[in-house]
C-alpha cells in the first residue's frame, strides 16, 4: 500500500489589517491539517492579501492585482516555513504573479524541503479574460513528490479533459483542482469535470474552493462550493466516485487517505479501462 492523507480546503476570505493576520490564519490552517501529506488550498485564495492595500485598493480590479503580488516573496516564505514546520506538502492558495505587462494565475506546490515549483492556469474564464485580463501561460508540469505524483488543474481546467489526460499520460497519480466559482452552477462545472477527469484517468481528483461573500473586491465577492476528494467509480473506489466531500459552503477542511498503489491497479484491472481505451475514442470522425 502506497496511503496519503489528503486534505482539501473550502476557504473562506477574511478582511486582514496586516500581513501578521494573514499569517496566524494560515498558520491556524495548516496546523489544524497537519495529521495529513498533502493540503490543497483553493483559486484566487491569496485574494484576501488586497484587503492589506485598504478598501480603495482592495476595490478596484486591477489594483488589487498588484496589491497582492507585491506580498508574493513573504507569502512564498511563510508556506516554506509551514510546510517544513509540519513535514507536510502545500498548494497554496493561488494568485497573480508578473512575469510581463499581464499577471498569470499561479498556484506553487511547496513540500518540507521547501518550494516544489509552480502551475499556471491554462485556459481563462470570460472574467479573466474580459474584465481581469489574466493571461493563460501554457505549460503543463508534473510534479514527483513524496506524496504522490501530482498534476494541477486549476479551475476552469479542469473542463478540459486533454489537459488532465497529458498529464495522466506523464504519470500523473493526483490531480489537485483549485478553484472559485461564484454560483452554483460554476462549482458544478468545475465538479463535474473534476469528477469526469477522476473517470477517465483512473486517478484521484482533490477539489478545493473558496466559500462565502467578501464585500471588498468585486472578483471574489460571492464563492460557491464544498471540498471534495474525487476517484474512478470502477469497482475499486466508492462506488459514487465520491472518496469524501464536505457541506455546501462550509468552510474547513475534508480529509481522506487514499492508497495510490489503487491508481495502478485501477488502470490495470478496473471493471473498466478507460485510461488504456482512450485512444480509441481518437477513432471514427463523422463525415
Known amino acids: ?21 494573514y499569517e496566524a490564519k494560515l498558520s491556524a490552517w495548516v496546523a489544524d491539517a497537519a495529521d495529513c501529506d498533502l493540503l490543497v488550498f483553493p483559486e484566487y485564495g491569496a485574494m484576501e492579501l488586497a484587503s492589506l492595500g485598504g478598501r480603495e485598493i482592495a476595490g478596484d480590479l486591477e489594483r488589487s492585482l498588484h496589491e497582492v503580488a507585491r506580498h508574493e516573496d513573504a507569502r512564498d516564505a511563510l508556506h516554506v516555513r509551514l510546510a517544513a514546520q509540519h513535514g507536510v506538502h502545500i498548494l497554496a492558495a493561488s494568485g497573480p504573479a508578473f512575469a510581463g505587462a499581464r499577471p498569470f494565475n499561479r498556484a506553487v506546490l511547496f513540500g518540507p524541503d521547501g518550494r516544489i515549483g509552480h502551475q499556471d492556469k491554462q485556459i481563462m474564464t470570460r472574467f479573466e479574460r474580459d474584465e481581469w485580463d489574466v493571461a493563460p501561460a501554457p505549460g503543463l508540469r508534473l510534479f514527483d513528490t513524496a506524496a504522490g505524483r501530482v498534476g494541477i488543474t486549476i479551475c476552469y481546467d479542469s473542463e478540459f479533459p486533454l489537459l488532465a489526460r497529458a498529464l495522466a499520460e506523464s504519470g500523473a497519480e493526483i490531480l489537485l483542482t483549485p478553484s472559485c466559482t461564484d454560483s452554483v452552477a460554476g462549482f458544478n462545472r468545475v465538479r463535474i469535470g473534476s469528477m469526469a477527469r477522476a473517470l477517465e484517468n483512473q ?9 462565502g461573500s467578501c464585500d471588498w473586491n468585486p472578483a471574489i465577492d460571492e464563492n460557491r ?3 471534495a476528494i474525487y476517484a474512478p467509480p470502477d469497482g475499486l473506489w466508492p462506488e459514487t466516485g465520491i472518496v469524501a466531500e464536505g457541506e455546501m459552503d462550509a468552510p474547513g477542511w475534508v480529509r481522506a487517505t487514499v492508497d495510490l498503489d489503487l491508481v495502478a491497479e485501477s488502470r490495470r484491472d478496473g471493471r473498466v479501462l478507460p485510461f488504456a481505451h482512450w485512444p480509441e475514442s481518437a477513432g471514427p470522425r463523422v463525415g
Not at 1 to 21: C, G, K, N, Q, T
Not at 203 to 211: D, I
Open 1 to 21: 500500500m502506497r496511503p496519503v492523507r489528503i486534505a482539501a480546503a473550502a476557504y473562506p476570505f477574511d478582511w486582514l489589517d496586516d500581513f501578521a493576520a
Open 203 to 211: 486517478c484521484v481528483v482533490v477539489h478545493a474552493p473558496t466559500v
Open 225 to 227: 462550493g464544498r471540498a
